[in-house]
């Protein structure tokens, strides 16, 4: 599965973010499409590990 991760900056912001004076936001999209956008870089990467391990765990089961 292919994940890419994105800082988001200024204009790129959701305006929920941008409501908040947030100044960046991190953006994870599966390979499935769906999209996650979180706070921290930690919490990023926690997406991208837990995406990794259901791939790796359903490649295991075909």
């Known amino acids: 599965m292919?994940?890419?991760l994105k800082k988001l900056e200024h204009d790129e912001l959701?305006?929920?973010y941008?409501?908040?004076?947030a100044t960046t936001a991190f953006q994870v999209t599966s390979d499935a499409g769906?999209?996650?956008?979180?706070d921290?870089?930690?919490?990023?990467a926690a997406i991208v590990?837990?995406?990794?391990?259901?791939?790796?765990?359903q490649a295991a089961k075909d």
């Open 2 to 4: 292919a994940v890419s």
């Open 14 to 16: 959701p305006a929920d």
């Open 18 to 21: 941008r409501a908040r004076n």
């Open 34 to 38: 769906e999209v996650f956008v979180v």
């Open 40 to 44: 921290t870089e930690e919490e990023a």
């Open 49 to 57: 590990t837990r995406l990794h391990v259901e791939d790796q765990q």
